[in-house]
């Protein structure tokens, strides 16, 4: 059973630019959630990808958008880049049904905005 | 007020002391309560889970939950040096896992 990963582990952007950041979630699971965890901060809900749609958004601007794959993989994307946005971006997959819908976080995404 | 208050530390305690990690919350609606560890360049990890007020045991560690004080506690008994991370606590409002509102961590050094 292979884990949560995601790509690319670094990346360096400057303002203004557009960057995608891809995760495929854990084996079986059908609902990737996106986080952003700014240095010294802890995670903040981005939005959630449930079939394909989204689930449920938090208080993010809609330059902020994703997709999910019809194999349960996802795709942050950030348009117009700010400084603001450099963070580490985590992905995390779980499901919907079982005992407890445990979210499973990847190792994440460091975005560094210049 | 932020939602969730967590003191980030470091907190340096030696081997074999006990920790007591803490938040505390201002949303009543909080229903489910967790806490995760993350190492350093690592995603977060799940190590306890808890719904409603009261504790919860596993080995070393004991989650605690106090919701009239709105006041969430982790101890870890017998820390060890792998002990040393980040501790988060987070909070649902619903069930399961999906949206949660995380604390800004609290950084845990365990010295040999």
């Known amino acids: 059973e292979t884990g949560v990963t995601q790509s690319p582990t670094h990346l360096i952007k400057t303002r203004g630019q557009q960057v995608t950041l891809r995760c495929s979630s854990q084996?079986?699971?059908?609902?990737v959630s996106w986080y952003q965890q700014a240095l010294g901060q802890g995670p903040q809900f981005i939005f959630q990808y449930y079939r394909e749609e989204e689930n449920g958004r938090g208080n993010f601007p809609p330059r902020f958008s994703g997709l999910q794959f019809p194999n349960y993989s996802s795709e942050l994307n950030v348009n117009a880049l700010e400084l603001d946005d450099s963070a580490l971006y985590l992905c995390?997959?779980?499901?919907?049904?079982?005992?407890?819908?445990?979210?499973?976080f990847g190792e994440g995404s460091r975005l560094t905005v210049l | 007020q932020k939602e969730v208050e967590q003191d980030p530390g470091p907190l340096s305690v030696p081997e074999g002391a006990i920790v007591s990690l803490n938040c505390t919350y201002s949303?009543?609606?909080?229903?489910?309560f967790m806490w995760y560890r993350q190492y350093s360049r690592k995603g977060p990890e799940l190590l306890m889970y808890?719904?409603?007020?009261g504790n919860k045991e596993d080995g070393r560690f004991t989650a605690q939950v106090d919701k009239s004080s709105k006041y969430i506690s982790l101890f870890i008994r017998d820390s060890q040096p792998s002990d040393s991370a980040t501790y988060l606590c987070?909070?649902?409002?619903?069930?399961?896992?999906?949206?949660?509102?995380f604390g800004k961590g609290t950084m845990l050094l365990v010295s040999p």
């Open positions: 808890t719904y409603s007020s």
């Open positions: 084996s079986g699971h059908n609902t």
């Open positions: 987070a909070m649902s409002v619903n069930s399961g896992y999906s949206t949660l509102t």
């Open positions: 949303n009543s609606a909080f229903q489910y």
């Open positions: 995390a997959s779980s499901t919907r049904t079982g005992a407890n819908g445990e979210l499973f």
